[in-house]
């Protein structure tokens, strides 16, 4: 008999709702950041040139939040970490992301990668060590998760802070 209980908690354990939560994730220069799904407005590959974006008549400010956290220094692509999707690096392309906050206010981030698409269980998060906040000197990046094979730390960025913190200046 303690056979078959066995077997039946394993299955109620897998039909139990999961606690995760859908992520995009994309590359800032050196790092891995993620933003909730429900907070992205849209993404656009970017070619050749910025588009220049507008929403009910205002102009979608567009911010290079890899140069503000990282500065002007040149890269090696060594040293970059990548990011697997299901078995598949995700690709160096640039890409616009356009985020929402709940109040509907639009900021586009400049990113240096496709986005892509994560699950990530919210007992995966933890709180942002004093030596990154230290070092960045933002509000708006709280949480990460710790690398692990195929991942690298990923940064959440609290996209509601974010824009505030942009369209203050």
Known sequence: ???????????????R?????????FRLRLAWFIVPIESIYRVIS??????KLTFSGQNVAIIDLGKIL????????SSIPQLFVNGAVVASKPSL??????????VGILSNSQ?????????????????YSQRWKV??????????KDIPSLFAIDCDRLIASVLKK
């Open 46 to 51: 970017l070619d050749k040139h910025i588009p």
């Open 97 to 106: 992301i356009v985020v929402r906050s709940q109040n509907e206010d639009l």
């Open 70 to 77: 990282f500065g002007q220094g040149q890269l090696k692509a």
């Open 17 to 25: 709702p999961e606690n995760e939560q859908q992520y995009i994730a």
């Open 139 to 148: 509000d708006f990046i709280k949480s990460m998760t710790l690398p692990a």
């Open 115 to 131: 986005p892509a698409l994560q699950k990530i269980a919210q007992d995966q998060l933890v709180p942002l060590p004093a030596t």
């Open 1 to 15: 008999m303690p056979a078959i209980s066995s077997l039946r908690s394993q299955r109620l354990l897998e039909l």
